[in-house]
């Protein structure tokens, strides 16, 4: 196993590979209908939760990369996006700059949840998933839509407040499951971490390191 | 997977994917540097009925089209009616129903796989910085092949999820089920390495 894959410069193996395909397929499972429930009724779509998962698990450069593959794959007409939309005509649509900033998205949540050689703690992951998540996806999204829409820049990020709570919902999801599968299943990210405390080492011992 | 593909026979489908793709595109560029006012909707409404009234495609597919584009028009119609007058709100609705329809025909009258040929040879001269065009196209078609699989693992894990009265919360769902597709990669990978994938 590599110590730190952030400064590997070299190609995809096929553990990576194979990486990258599952959780771009998880970000389209996602999207599946039959949707979620998050607090009591109401159903939301959670592929940005699997954005938000892809870039915090895989780190940035195969987080990104992720979602360029789910990207590519819609393009060629694959209804994979939420509500079975797909092919070019998301491209040119007024969401297309939030689905392009997904890939940025992944890129800075990777980068912070991974900036350190130590497990990446609540605050850390939190902070990541909410700049990354959101505010770097809005600021692909909300231009493009003005642009698209041709709706002034200012109301259109007025209009874009309406999915603010539902994307701090999943950025407090994706937080909790990425913090729980650190410590419940650390090989899912493929890295070993630096121990900082005594008890991370004990944790690392049990985990069979 | 069901594709967006409807088979058929006509001019749009005759034509190479590649021009498709620029031929389309630069309509809806077109399209989009239209002023916002009546008669600009107007001739948008002719474009796609020019577009979609050939041999092999018929105005009832542009129908189910727009049916299919509703909630985005109307999302988009009721923001800009808010700050907007009706004629700039509904030439800009128009334009955005207009480009999407238009970018449909591409995905409605060429396979997926044709397609996905299409970006390999469009990405061949990105060898050159250093990727590699037929790894890429690998990662692409095996997260097609990775994708019922994990549709399949993900109602599994709902499943036993209700069973166990969990109800459908996305958190009880989210740990399990990526443990598990985390795990089916490392399984994917040594396949793909036993096969000599580096």
């Known amino acids: 196993m590599r110590d730190d894959y952030r400064s590997s410069r070299r190609a995809l193996d096929a553990t990576d590979l194979a990486r990258v395909a599952v959780m771009a397929a998880t970000i389209a499972v996602l ?10 009724a109401v159903p939301i779509t959670a592929q940005s939760l699997g954005v938000m998962l892809a870039g915090a698990i895989l780190g940035p450069r195969l987080g990104a990369l992720s979602v360029v593959v789910l990207l590519a794959l819609t393009a060629t007409g ?23 900033g997904w890939i940025a998205a992944a890129f800075v949540i990777g980068l912070i949840v991974h900036a350190t050689p130590y497990k990446p703690t609540v605050w850390r992951t939190a902070l990541g998933v909410v700049v990354g998540g959101i505010l770097v996806d809005y600021a692909f999204g909300i231009p493009v839509q003005s642009l698209v829409t041709r709706l002034p820049l200012g109301e259109t990020a007025l209009t874009s407040l309406v999915f603010v709570p539902g994307d701090l919902v999943k950025a407090v999801l994706a937080t909790l499951v990425v913090v729980g599968l650190v410590r419940a299943y650390p090989r899912a990210f493929r890295r070993t971490w630096q121990p900082r405390k005594q008890r991370d080492t004990d944790d690392q011992v049990q985990a069979g390191r | ?48 009925v020019a577009c979609y009234a050939v041999p092999g495609i018929g105005l009832r597919e542009l129908g189910r089209q727009a049916w299919a584009a509703r909630w985005i028009v ?14 700039h709100a509904v030439a800009n609705a128009a334009r955005v129903t207009t480009a999407i329809t238009l970018a449909g025909l591409l995905t409605l009258t060429t396979p997926a796989t044709e397609l996905l040929d299409t970006v390999e040879r469009a990405m061949q001269p990105l060898a050159r910085l250093g990727l590699d065009p037929q790894r890429a196209a690998l990662t692409l078609s095996v997260t097609l092949s990775t994708l019922p699989v994990l549709a399949r693992l993900a109602r599994d894990v709902r499943e036993a999820q209700l069973a166990r009265g969990g109800g459908r919360s996305l958190r009880h769902f989210a740990m399990p089920y990526l443990v598990m597709v985390l795990k089916h990669a490392d399984e994917l990978g040594d396949a793909l390495a036993v096969r000599g994938v580096r």
Do not use: H
């Open chain 1, 31 to 40: 999207g599946l209908p039959g949707s979620f429930n998050v607090f009591g």
């Open chain 1, 78 to 100: 694959l209804p994979l996006l939420a509500g079975g939309r797909g092919g070019l005509g998301v491209f040119v649509g007024p969401s297309a700059g939030y689905a392009i």
């Open chain 2, 1 to 48: 997977m069901v594709t967006l593909y409807r088979p058929g026979d006509g001019p749009w489908y005759r034509l190479p994917t590649g021009w498709k793709t620029a031929l389309l595109l630069v309509v809806v560029l077109a399209v989009c540097l239209l002023p916002p006012t009546w008669w600009a909707a107007g001739v948008m409404a002719a474009v796609c």
């Open chain 2, 74 to 87: 109307v999302v988009t119609l009721a923001g800009q009616l808010i700050f907007l007058d009706p004629e």
